[in-house]
Structure formats: C-alpha cells, structure tokens
C-alpha cells in the first residue's frame, strides 16, 4: 500500500491533466475537448491488470470510480457513462470514466481510437478541472 | 434484491450464450469466434449504470467480474484483459470482459464495434462453454 516507484506514464501524463489525488488513485482529466473524459490510475508500481491490485486495493479502485463518476455526471450531463480498463496500447493500468451525449463525436461507439483529440482552449481546460474539483469535495464524507 | 421484473435484453439475448448464473449476474459468451469474450449482465429490473446498482451490488459485480475474468484467462490465454461498460446501443446495464491478443481481429483498438462477430463452429462453441464452466468451478470456493 505505498506509492514507491509508481511513475506516470508519459503517454498518459502527456494526454491528461491532473485533477485530485485520490486515496489509490491519481484522477486526471483527459485533454480532449470532444468528450468529458476522466482517467484513474492507481498508483502502484507495475500495474498492468486489475488483478494485480490486492482485493481491497480493487474495492478502492470501484468505489474512486464511483466518486469520479459522480462528479463528472455533475460537470457534464450525459446520456450514458463509458467505463473502461482496455491497455492494449499504453500498459500501465488505468481506468477511463467517460460522459457520453448522444451524437458526439464518436457515438454510438467507443472513444478509445476515434478520431484526434481536441485540446481544451487554456480558459474552458482549467474551468473544467475546478468544476471537477468542485464536485469532488462536494461528493466527500 | 431480487430478480423480479428482469429480462435480458433480446439483443444481448441474440449475441451471446448462456455460461452460467453468478449470485447477481448472468454470465455469457459472445457467440464471436474472433475474441474470447464474456458479459455479465446483473439480474435486476431496469438498470442502465453501474450506479444504479447498491453498494453492496456493485461490490458483487466486481467480484462476479473478476471471477469470469480469471475462468476467461484460463481458458483464452490472452496478453491483456479489456474491460468494458458502454450501454451506448444497449442500454440494459452490461459489462464486457473481453482477452485480447496481439494482432487480434481489432488490435489494438477495442472489440466494441469493429467489424462483424465470426460465429463458432457449433462444437467449438459448445467445447468453450463446458471449458469456461469448468474454470468457473476451479475458481470456486
């Protein structure tokens, strides 16, 4: 239950932006401006699977998902949540949380491999992650 | 807590075969010889996330899936497990448990809509089934 040697992949770093720190999770927000989009990452050294997390390590996991899941409905109204573990490509464990609304850029189908991501404006990227954040203290205890 | 009023949606009912009934789920294979493929799909009335499900629910999901992922490993050795809750088409709340290989039919985008499932050769079908019940038990206890 420590976080030594956890280091963020720089594919993930690269692609997201820090929201919160969780109690196993580091909660990011992806930068792309076509779906509002959260990412979960233990931190944990070696991860690849979710069952490489101890029992109560993957409870943590379901109930941070949760949490997320909840503050991003708040920030962004949806017709249906995405939930996702795939790390065919990037293998260090992590959890996508998707907002879907009907018609956006890749509906019906999955985010993963649609399209090129947009990058927020600077202004809407920062509004997004104090809403985000907002709703995350808003959801504790 | 109880199963009344569930019916399994006759899309999802369509593209899969039963395997067995978990404490909450109904387990089933994609009948789609491309990719070793499971859904679990909890026996409750009208639900569309995972947040409709109670706490405790949801911890039993997440057991049952880690069960059906540990039987789907033994039987489909894979190098990565996808995880999925999507419901974008099928709003019947269902979760995919999907062994993926390198140089899969889809790799290394996801399984969910890339191109059109390949059914079994019946034996082959019926041979995966026994197998994944098998494992099922293995696992049990």
């Not at 909660?27 to 050294?45: I, Q, S």
């Not at 993957?58 to 998902?65: K, R």
């Not at 949806?78 to 939930?83: A, F, R, S, T, V």
């Not at 202004?123 to 808003?138: D, M, Y």
Request: hydrophobic share 50%.
């Amino acid at each position: 239950m420590s976080d030594t040697g956890f280091v963020l992949d720089p594919r993930l770093q690269a692609d997201s932006l820090p929201v919160a720190q969780l109690g196993l999770c580091e909660l990011r927000l992806m930068n792309d401006a076509r779906f509002a989009w959260l990412l979960l990452v233990p931190r944990r050294h070696a991860l690849v699977e979710i069952a490489d997390l101890t029992a109560a390590e993957q409870s943590q996991l379901w109930q941070e998902a949760s949490r997320a899941a909840a503050a991003l409905r708040t920030v962004a109204p949806c017709d249906k949540l995405n939930l996702g573990a795939l790390g065919n490509i990037v293998r260090q464990l992590h959890l996508h949380v998707v907002a879907r609304v009907e018609g956006d850029a890749a509906w019906p189908g999955p985010v993963w491999g649609s399209g090129r991501a947009e990058p927020y404006a600077p202004g809407q990227l920062a509004a997004r992650i104090e809403a985000l954040r907002g709703a995350l203290g808003a959801n504790e205890g």
